[in-house]
C-alpha cells in the first residue's frame, strides 16, 4: 500500500510540474525563455532583411531562392512573434520590447500580421524578378521599421 501511495505521489508531482517542464516551454515560452525566443528570432529577421537588402540595393546577385528564404523567415516572424509576450516577459534578459506591446496589444498584433502578409507579398512577387521584388520587399522592410518606433526601447 505504501508502494501504490509513493507511486501516486510521484505521478501527481509529475502531473503538476509538466506545465512547468522545458517540453511545455518550448510551446508556450514564458518569462526569460519568451524574450530569448524574441531575440533569436529578431536576429533571423536582421539576417533575413540583410540577405533580401542586399540584392534589392545590388550589393549582391539576385538569387530567388534567397529571397524567398527570407521571406519565410519573416511569415514565420510575423506569425509566431505575438505570442512570445507573456507577461512575465516585460523586463530582464536585455529585452527591448517597450510596454506599449502590452498597452497596445490588438495594434502590436496587426503590425504582426501585416508583416506576415507583406512577406507573404514579397515572396509572391520574387518569382518575377528583381524588379518586382524590390518595391514588395520595401513595403514589408517598412513594417519592421514603423513596429519598432513604436514597440521598441531604443
Not at 506545465?19 to 533571423?44: C, N, T, Y
Amino acid at each position: 500500500m505504501k508502494m501504490f501511495a509513493a507511486g501516486a505521489a510521484v505521478l501527481l508531482a509529475a502531473t503538476i510540474a509538466t506545465p512547468f517542464s522545458a517540453a511545455w516551454s518550448d510551446d508556450a515560452p514564458m518569462g526569460v525563455d519568451a524574450i530569448a525566443k524574441r531575440q533569436e528570432l529578431m536576429k533571423s529577421v536582421g539576417r533575413a532583411t540583410k540577405a533580401a537588402g542586399d540584392m534589392v540595393k545590388g550589393e549582391k546577385p539576385w538569387d530567388q531562392a534567397v529571397a524567398e528564404d527570407a521571406m519565410d523567415t519573416l511569415i514565420e516572424v510575423g506569425t509566431t512573434f505575438p505570442s512570445l509576450f507573456p507577461d512575465d516577459s516585460k523586463t530582464g534578459h536585455d529585452t527591448e520590447a517597450a510596454p506599449a506591446i502590452w498597452e497596445q496589444t490588438a495594434e502590436f498584433d496587426a503590425k504582426a500580421a501585416a508583416l506576415a502578409e507583406d512577406a507573404e507579398a514579397a515572396k509572391m512577387a520574387a518569382a518575377n524578378g528583381l524588379d518586382a521584388f524590390k518595391p514588395a520587399f520595401g513595403k514589408t522592410a517598412r513594417n519592421c521599421r514603423d513596429c519598432h518606433e513604436q514597440f521598441r526601447v531604443k
